[in-house]
C-alpha cells in the first residue's frame, strides 16, 4: 500500500532563513501522526509546502503515490488532501452551519463566488440535505450545535477552531492535515476531539497528521506516531512512548521553555 503522505527532503528557505531543512518523513494510509516541536521549527511551513501554498524550494511530496510537488492547492486537493490553518480563515458574516457547508478556502472553491454558489447549490439541491445532516452531526460531535446559526463573528477563538475542524471534515479528505486544531479549546472537549479523530481513523481508514504545540497532552492523545521536528529537521520519529524518554527531545523543549507564544490566548 502506498503511503497517504511521502515527504522526501523538503526545503523551505525564506530569504537566507532555512525554515524546514531537508525533511523526511511518511504517513501511512489508516495512521494517525502527531507533528511536533517548539515554536518556529518550521511545522507550519511545513504543512504549507506539503498542500502547494509556498513553493519548495527543494525536495519532494508524493500523496497516495501521485507526485504533487510542483502542484496547486486545489490541485492536491483533488488526491484527497485537505487542511486547516493554524489561524482560522472563516466567513464572519456567515453562520456556523453556513460555513461548515462550504469547502476549506484556497483548495477547491476559493473565490467568494465559488464559494457562495457552493452554499447556494448545497440548499436547494435536495440530495444535499444529506450533506447538511452530516455537517449537524460533525457540530454535534464537537459539541458545538448549538451554534449552528450563530455568525461566526460571535465565536470564540476555540470556538471558531472547532467549526474549521468540523469544515476539514465535511468534503470527506482521505489525507487530513491540521494544524493545532485545538489551540485555546478547553482541555476536556479538545481530548474529547482527539479521541473523535481516533475513531474516525480507525472507522474510515482516513490518514491524519495533527500539529500539536504542547508534547505533553499530545503524548496521551493516542496518535499511532509523533513526528518530532527542532529548528527546521526532523529531530526524531516515534511512538508517543520513545518519544516521552528521548534526552534530545526533552532538551529541544526545555531550550524553547519561557518563550512565550505569539498567538498565546
Ligand atoms: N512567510 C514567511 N516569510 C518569512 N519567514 C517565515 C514565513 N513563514 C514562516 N517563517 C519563518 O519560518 C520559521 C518557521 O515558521 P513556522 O510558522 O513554520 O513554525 P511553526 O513550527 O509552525 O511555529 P508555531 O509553533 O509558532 O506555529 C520561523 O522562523 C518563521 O518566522
Ligand atoms: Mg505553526
Redesign the pocket.
Known sequence: MKPALSVRDLRKM?GG?V?VDDVSFEVQQGEFVGLI??????????FNCISGLLEKTAGAVEVFGEDVTDLRPDQIQKFGLTRTF?HTRLWREMTVIENDLVPPRNQFGTTILERLTSLLLSKSNPAETERLETAYSILDQLEVPHMAHNLTSELSGGQSKLVDIGRSMMGEPKLLLLD?PVAGVAGPLAMKIFENLRKMVDETGISVLI?E?NMDFILQQGVDRIVV?NEGRILMEGTPDEVKGNRAVIEAYLGAAGEP???EE
Open positions: 525564506f532563513l525554515a516541536g517548539p515554536n518556529g521549527c518550521g511545522k507550519s511551513t511545513t493554524q493545532e500539529i504545540h521536528m507564544r505569539e498567538d
